[in-house]
């Protein structure tokens, strides 16, 4: 069956293959089903996860004998990295993250943040890389992770900056939402084609051009 992105906590992963990379999509916990992202790339099997959130014993067998050069983590609220700590103690990789959120992160897990990264930085993925997005307003650091297919459309990984519907949620703070909005809008849709597949942090997937219509109505209803 082709990839859908429609994945549910306890059911299985969803998995994507491109060219020179493979994507498997899991949902974990119950209450949060958050959604994790195991990367890996076809040349040289090397591999890295977007979010350790939740669910170790689902997440280490996933990524198997293989394991793991990095974790990425897109910001630093608690349901994206419940599993941090119990993945990177067993699998030794790198820990990523948004240079403003990384304290946090680290505070908040016992993790050191190995990798602080910003606007236009880049992770490999073995022969493959991802382009780091910031995108500040659901958190000061949160990042988005684009993988460019040179055999395809772009392919962005937006944490909870972006969902099918709106942005993520700014918790009130009318300035937060500003600067997301305008990120949002910017880096992304500004800067992306509509066959651009993004995968967020919780919930199914979509592209960008099935939500560019409505930006102007998210900016509108301020959330």
Known sequence: MSYTGEVTVGGPADVRELAGLTITKVAVDEKMSNNCYLLRCTDTGD????????????????????????????????DHHRALADVVRQTGAEVVAGEPDADAITEQTGVPVSRRVTDGDRVPVGSCELEVIRITGHTPGSICLLYRDPAGHPHLFTGDSLFPGGVGGTFGDADAFVSLIGDVETKLFGALPDDTWFYPGHGNDSQLGVERPHV??????GW
């Open 47 to 78: 591999q890295v996860l977007i979010d350790a959130a939740a669910s170790p014993d689902v997440l280490l067998p996933l990524i198997g004998a293989d394991g793991l050069s990095a974790v990425l983590t897109t910001h630093q609220h608690w």
């Open 216 to 221: 102007a109505e998210w900016r509108e209803r």
